[in-house]
């Protein structure tokens, strides 16, 4: 049987070996914020320069880099021209800083636009509204039961389908409308899409009289059916009948309302709407380099005077070997 070998005594040594760590932790944690004071003390004024050398030169760039301002151009991309619009984006971006190019836009500083991106507006609700896009109700329900509905919503494949989109442009000084005309008319200049444009007006205004002659006739059948309720000669299957056709009347009606709305957007390739510029943009260092500066500044001084401290520090430890040594 094994015998318990703790003491009393043991404990003690135990004991005061611990108190003896933790005495020793605060005593170093003393002497290390004792030797930052003394630090400090020394090199005062070497430190009061450095700050303000550090906040005179943040100032500066916080000058030099300016204002950051988001605009964004609300459009709807016509004619099948959902990639289009975002491969054009993409162009842009890889124009920026090109005076030459911009200035063929009408755009005549380079500050006008340092970023370029789109991006959809989520809806949808206008996305699955109509009967005849049952089918995207469908398919959108069927991958919403397969994962997360906001990530299926906002996903690359599906966000292309919305109808509307928003440019956001950024620029370093204050933006004006003649910046948002040079980049619609970049993004409207496309030969083949701009004789798609003819050839889709076309279709819609012969769609818009089409629909308007169905009116007329179903206006005629309805007519007929008043002259026949004078008569009081109207029969069930009649009133079925004329329920269709109110039905169909309706459709027609809210169809043409739409077509309409869709011959103004016609009007060019990404047709522009609502404008909002010069949105203050606070990005996570701008305006901040007045504070930067200064700690970078203090920071590497402190590394410096460490890793020389560190140097004599060892220096002095071989002397006193090669001393003992001797």
Do not use: C
């Amino acid at each position: 049987m094994a015998e318990n070998t703790n003491t009393p005594y043991d404990k003690e040594l135990d004991f005061n070996y611990v108190s003896g760590k933790v005495k020793g932790y605060f005593s170093k944690t003393g002497d290390s914020f004792f030797n930052a004071v003394q630090f400090v003390k020394r090199n005062i004024i070497v430190l009061v320069l450095l700050f303000i050398v550090g906040t005179g030169f943040g100032y500066y760039k916080d000058y030099k880099k300016g204002p950051y301002y988001k605009n964004q151009i609300f459009v709807i991309p016509n004619f099948k021209s959902v990639d289009y619009l975002y491969s054009q984006a993409d162009f842009l971006n890889s124009r920026v800083g090109d005076s030459v190019f911009f200035s063929n836009l009408g755009i005549n500083s380079t500050k006008q636009v340092r970023k370029v991106e789109v991006e959809p507006v989520v809806d949808i609700y206008d996305f699955v509204r109509e009967e005849e896009d049952e089918t995207k109700f469908l398919i959108l329900k069927l991958m919403a039961d397969n994962g997360d509905i906001n990530k299926i919503m906002e996903e690359k494949t599906t966000s292309k389908n919305y109808k509307f989109h928003v440019i956001n442009y950024f620029s370093s000084e204050w933006s004006n409308q003649q910046t948002v005309d040079g980049i619609m008319k970049f993004l409207n200049n496309d030969p083949f899409l701009e004789s798609m444009q003819k050839e889709w007006t076309k279709n819609m205004e012969i769609k818009i009289a089409a629909n308007d002659t169905l009116l007329k006739q179903m206006d005629g059948i309805l007519d007929s059916y008043a002259k026949k309720m004078s008569g009081n000669s109207v029969v069930f299957n009649e009133e079925k009948a004329l329920d269709e056709v109110l039905k169909e009347k309706q459709k027609l009606v809210d169809e043409q309302a739409r077509n309409r709305v869709d011959l103004v957007n016609y009007s060019k390739i990404i047709k522009d709407g609502s404008v909002v510029l010069n949105v203050n943009e606070p990005t996570f260092l701008r305006g901040k380099m007045k504070i930067i500066y200064p700690v970078i500044f203090i920071a590497i001084f402190v590394l410096l005077a460490w890793l020389v401290s560190f140097y004599k520090r060892q220096v002095n430890k071989r002397k006193i070997v090669i001393r003992d040594n001797e």
